[in-house]
Each structure stands twice: as C-alpha cells, then as structure tokens.
C-alpha cells in the first residue's frame, strides 16, 4: 500500500504533466503587423496568420469582396470572399484579419477567414 507522501508525489506529477500538456495545446495567436508580415512575407506563405491594420481609403470593393489593409509602410491585398463583413467595417479603421497568406496572380494576399473591428475609443489617445 502507497504511503500518504508517495500518493501526494504522484498527484503532483499527473498535475504537473496536465498543466504541461495544457500549455502545449494553447493556440500561440501573436497577431502581427502588416509592416512585419510584408518584411518577408515568403516566411508566413501558406500559413494561418493574425495582423492588424488599417483599412485603406478608396480600397473597398464589394464586386470582388477585395481591400487593402495598410501597415506604416506596407499594404497588403485582403480577400473577404469566403466570410461576411462585421458591423461597424469601415475604410480608414483599424482591424485585426486572421487569414491565410499566399502568392496569387504577382502579389501577396491573405485569404480571410475572420474580421474583426472593435471598438474606436480602444486605439485614440488617452486624453
């Protein structure tokens, strides 16, 4: 028969191993810019990736489900065939895309599976 000490050591040990276990499985959701994606973005190609830009003025085409998502450099092409817009999508705001990044056609694009806009007053100044 286990002593009390031997019992406590196991517990502590399948404890320990199921908080490891848990950590492992955690999705590691690093949301990048667009400056950063468009760096090297032959890195991310094909790849499930989270970024945060700006919406560019004068980009959205609701006849190919198309935009641009600026960076403070870089641009990248945003395909939102597959996925509704949320509410409170406009040009000039800032959002968050998780999507694939691939090659098509001479440019970079993220293939959209998420949008996200929030809330305004989360990205003005503090006053």
Same mark, same amino acid.
């Given at each position: 028969?286990?002593?009390?000490?031997?019992?406590?050591?196991?517990?502590?040990?399948?404890?320990?191993?199921?908080?490891?276990?848990?950590?492992?499985?955690?999705?590691?959701?690093?949301?990048?810019?667009?400056?950063?994606?468009?760096?090297?973005?032959?890195?991310? /190609? $094909?790849?499930?990736?989270? +970024?945060? #830009?700006? !919406?560019?003025?004068?980009?959205? %085409?609701? /006849? $190919?489900?198309?935009?641009? +998502?600026? #960076?403070? !450099?870089?641009?990248?092409?945003? %395909?939102?065939?597959?996925?509704?817009?949320?509410?409170?999508?406009?040009?000039?705001?800032?959002?968050?895309?998780?999507?694939?990044?691939?090659?098509?056609?001479?440019?970079?694009?993220?293939?959209?599976?998420?949008?996200?806009?929030?809330?305004?007053?989360?990205?003005?100044?503090?006053?």
């Amino acid at each position: 028969m286990a002593t009390r000490k031997s019992r406590l050591v196991i517990i502590g040990v399948l404890l320990l191993v199921l908080t490891s276990l848990m950590f492992l499985n955690v999705d590691k959701d690093y949301q990048y810019s667009v400056d950063e994606i468009m760096g090297s973005p032959e890195n991310f /190609e $094909n790849y499930n990736v989270h +970024l945060r #830009g700006e !919406v560019v003025i004068g980009t959205v %085409d609701e /006849e $190919n489900n198309i935009f641009y +998502l600026s #960076g403070v !450099v870089e641009e990248i092409l945003i %395909d939102y065939s597959s996925i509704s817009i949320p509410d409170g999508f406009s040009e000039g705001l800032t959002i968050s895309v998780k999507g694939k990044l691939a090659f098509n056609e001479g440019s970079w694009a993220i293939q959209a599976k998420e949008i996200q806009t929030g809330c305004p007053s989360k990205y003005e100044a503090n006053q």
